[in-house]
């Protein structure tokens, strides 16, 4: 169950521009409600199929409080449609491919869609891409007049304070507005080292069953 005590004791202890997703894989629409009424304004989702369903369920409570909806989960590109459709921004874009479709998918839809480029700094999961690649995706999403870019998103290990390190002095080498790091376990460093945005699933909603 969405714990509102503990995400009220959260927002009283970080700065007020740190922005809160609330990480609701393995969750149900019902909590993701109470989530909302009690204050959560982005709520992100992993897996296209079970945003999907909680989307048709979730629709206009979403557009009526005005909640974004983020895909924080790796895109695959037969789910680029459906991703385009349901979310506000998709955090994970990871290759020029994905990024010329996830283009596509909104231009069709009339949408701009906010994207943030997922950095892997060397963590065994697969996605993201390296540092050294990440001007050149860059200038590439820039030039695509459906995408807004708006950050970077990493998962380092836990607690990894060089890698929090380093991830800052890209966002601001590349001049980007959010950095999207920090989950339940090391969120309060993560936002010490430069964190704007901060993904908190465990804390605030319990253990999950994956
Ligand atoms: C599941 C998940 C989270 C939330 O993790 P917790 O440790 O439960 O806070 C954050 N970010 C991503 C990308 C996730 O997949």
Known sequence: MFNKEKYQDIIAEIPSNIKI????KAKSPEEIKRAIDSGIKIIGENYIQEAKQKYEELKNLLKEKKIEFHLIGHLQSNKVKDAAEIFDCIQTIDSKKIAHKINESSKNIGKIMKVMIQVNLGEKQKSGIKPEELSSLIQEIRKLKNLE?????AIPEEGDEKSFELLKELKN???LNEL???MS???KLAILKGSTMIRLGTILFGERSY
């Open 21 to 24: 997703v609330g990480v609701t």
């Open 149 to 153: 870019l708006s950050g970077i998103m």
């Open 180 to 182: 999207s790091l920090g």
């Open 185 to 187: 376990q090391d969120y």
């Open 173 to 175: 080498k590349f001049n």
